[in-house]
């Protein structure tokens, strides 16, 4: 650990040289300082194995977060992460501005082209253009 008189040698002689040292704030301390809402609602789309509604929890206790989790896998793992949390609601589902007749997908490559087919057990997409 560094000691205070460490940090204030070092904060002065960098002053002495023209340069400020400050702690680097991340994108989600940035967007709570610009959120004016006690409780926003977010929406984490694709929210994986929640470590973007982790940080949300806690930069926004009192929010309401809704985390769209397509893969089983993961939808499962979300919803045991956050079962007790009334806050964060874990949705079964993807989110596409295309509207897919059925299912939803990761890119693929196919034939040399891209094509949008859905993983074996993947959720519904729902379409929100």
Known sequence: M???????????????AGFELRRKKSAFDVQRALCQKKRPVIFDVGAYLGQTVAEYRRLFPEGKIY???????????????FSEDNNVKVLEQALSDYPY?????CPTVAGGRWTRAAPAGMAPAVSWS
Request: net charge positive; charged share 25%; glycine share 2%.
């Open 67 to 81: 985390a769209f989790e397509p893969f089983p896998e993961h939808f499962l793992f979300l919803k045991r992460s």
């Open 101 to 105: 007749p059925a299912k939803a997908g």
């Open 2 to 16: 560094v000691s205070t008189y460490m940090k204030t040698f070092i904060k002065r002689s960098l002053a002495l």
